[in-house]
């Protein structure tokens, strides 16, 4: 029987296989201005793939790390939040601490 | 029944500070500067048929790798800085930044000596784009470690003084951050430039 997640799957590697030569070039300039072996192209495709990939790194990581900052701040606040209101509480009422 | 008064929560404070964010934009921008360095090196490098030429002399990778060992070594005595004063033990916070700062001036020192050696040697800032390339994204480096030298020899002048205290200590904590950044980037450069 055929499995259609791995059917899709073979079929999208196939295609992304077809597809690395294109993809390698990084641009059309490279791909039309050079020969096929030639180290020039070899060498402005890496550097451009690693000047496209910098800035997204750089964001992601300073973004990612802001977003885990906030968070962890925002569960401390809750968390004194929570101490707070309970301390308030009477121990004789329902729910409540002793102070 | 008497209740005891709670006082409520302090205020938060917000959890990045205006000037570690500032902080952070600097090191972004910063490390943006030296991805199209590195970009620049990677054209050159990797297009180029022999590197280095024939005729131009090797990188000395013995005494650099001695030298980044001092470099990598000199965020150990500002971590500790740090923490001292994080921990109100603000005695000894003014000898490690000195510590920091003198092990960065030896490090420039003998960036110096090398530079010196390699320009004697032949290998200019006109010697093609090996040469170029070298001393512009080495040279780029120097410069900033330059700076945070002199700016960790004015945070050790303000910690003699008594300036930071447990509560107040900012100057210190952006200063110990661009340091970081400084030694993380000679980290990168390093194998790039001298071993690969």
Redo the contacts between chains.
């Keep these: 029987m055929i499995d259609p997640k791995r059917t899709g799957l073979v079929l999208a590697l196939v295609v992304v296989w077809a597809a690395t030569r294109a993809l390698a070039q990084s641009c059309a300039m490279c791909g039309s201005s050079f020969g096929v072996d030639d180290?020039?192209q070899?060498?402005?495709s890496?550097?451009?793939l690693?000047?496209m990939a910098?800035?997204y790194t750089?964001?992601g990581a300073?973004a990612g790390w802001?977003f885990y900052?906030?968070r962890?701040?925002g569960r401390?606040?809750s968390v004194?939040?929570l101490?707070?209101r309970r301390?308030?509480v009477?121990a004789?009422e329902p729910g409540g601490q002793p102070? | 029944m008497r209740r005891r008064v709670v006082p409520p929560p302090p205020a938060e404070a917000p959890p990045v500070s205006n000037t570690r964010l500032a902080m952070i934009v600097l090191i972004t921008g910063e490390s943006m500067l030296f991805a199209g360095l590195i970009g620049m090196y990677l054209v050159f490098r990797l297009s180029a048929r022999a590197w280095p030429p024939a005729d131009l002399p090797r990188l000395p990778l013995g005494l650099t790798t001695l030298n980044t060992v001092v470099l990598l070594a000199s965020a150990v005595p500002v971590a500790r800085a740090l923490g001292a004063i994080r921990r109100g033990e603000s005695g000894s916070v003014a000898r490690q930044v000195e510590l920091t700062a003198v092990l960065g001036a030896v490090f420039l020192a003998v960036q110096g000596a090398e530079w010196t050696r390699l320009v004697r040697h032949g290998l200019t800032l006109g010697s093609g784009t090996y040469g170029a390339s070298f001393y512009v994204l080495i040279g780029c480096h120097a410069l900033h470690v330059l700076a945070a030298v002199t700016w960790l020899s004015i945070v050790a002048l303000l910690a003699r003084r008594g300036v930071y205290t447990r509560a107040r200590h900012a100057a210190l904590e952006m200063c110990a951050i661009y340091w970081y950044f400084v030694c993380g980037l000679w980290a990168v450069l390093f194998p790039l430039v001298y071993l690969y």
């Design positions: 180290p020039v070899r060498a402005f890496w550097s451009i690693f000047l910098a800035p750089l964001f300073v802001l900052v906030h962890r701040a401390r606040a004194v939040e101490a707070w301390a308030r009477p004789a102070t």
